[in-house]
């Protein structure tokens, strides 16, 4: 069974400070793919990046950077000199090969991590 | 462009009444899923569709819950005899094609039952 936590449950910054988001996954699939989706106030799920599994390169999307590392199942998301309007819920998530072999993209959920950065 | 609009936003309803969610997904998305997002979680797979077909239903909770894409379009989400254990956002997303497309998500409906 597929699962991804969060351990982080709120995280409070100060603007301009960087913060890692956390995320670990459980799989038993050799491909997969991770997520990560950023939710603000106003409810709606924006997606941010995909990952498969054999691409373990970092990637940079301006502030945004995020470490793959398999050998820790773990997928962390770093946001740089953060800003206010990065205040939101984000989530991790997880999609075995096996559903999208099926033609479904079933992702499953982290329970979020809520940032607040302050001004 | 537009993006996935759902509809109510919002709907309060009594337990043991019936309720349709409406999900209009981007125009020539072929794939739309529904999810379900309750307070202090993430959202939770329900079903998909790939064009007027569920191809996976497995997250539906029990034979209350029931979705149709007569059209390959839009989609409708429908709840009998709600419990106020299924009071959730209910969230709808589509995507260009299923398989490795990014999924766009609506800003979903509230359902609560009183």
């Known amino acids: 069974a597929q699962k991804v936590t969060q351990a982080q449950t709120e995280i409070s910054v100060v603007e301009k400070e960087d913060v890692t988001l956390d995320c670990v996954y459980e799989t038993r699939d050799t491909t997969y793919y991770l997520f990560w989706y950023k939710q603000p106030p106003s409810g709606e799920l924006v997606f941010l990046i995909r990952?498969?599994?054999?691409?373990?390169q970092n990637e940079i999307s301006g502030r945004y950077s995020w470490n793959f590392q398999k050998s820790t199942s773990s997928f962390n998301f770093t946001i740089t000199a953060s800003q206010v309007v990065d205040s939101a819920v984000y989530f991790c998530?997880?999609?075995?090969?096996?559903?999208?072999?099926?033609?479904?993209?079933?992702?499953?959920f982290g329970k979020g991590t809520k940032l607040s950065v302050i001004p | 462009g537009a993006g996935v609009s759902q509809t109510p936003s919002n709907k309060v309803t009594e337990k043991g009444k019936y309720v349709e969610l409406r999900c209009d997904p981007i125009?020539?998305?072929?794939?739309l899923y529904w999810y379900r997002q309750s307070l202090g979680q993430g959202p939770e797979f329900l079903i998909y569709f790939q064009g007027t077909g569920a191809a996976d239903d497995s997250g539906l909770p029990n034979d209350r819950f029931f979705a149709v894409r007569p059209e390959g379009s839009v989609s409708t989400l429908k709840i009998q005899r709600t419990e106020r254990g299924d009071s959730a956002v209910y969230l709808c997303?589509?995507?260009?094609?299923?398989?490795?497309?990014?999924?766009?998500f609506g800003n979903g409906t509230r359902l609560t039952v009183t």
């Open positions: 125009s020539g998305h072929t794939a």
């Open positions: 997303a589509s995507s260009l094609s299923g398989y490795l497309s990014p999924l766009h």
């Open positions: 998530a997880l999609s075995e090969d096996s559903y999208s072999g099926a033609g479904s993209y079933q992702l499953t």
């Open positions: 990952r498969n599994s054999f691409d373990e």
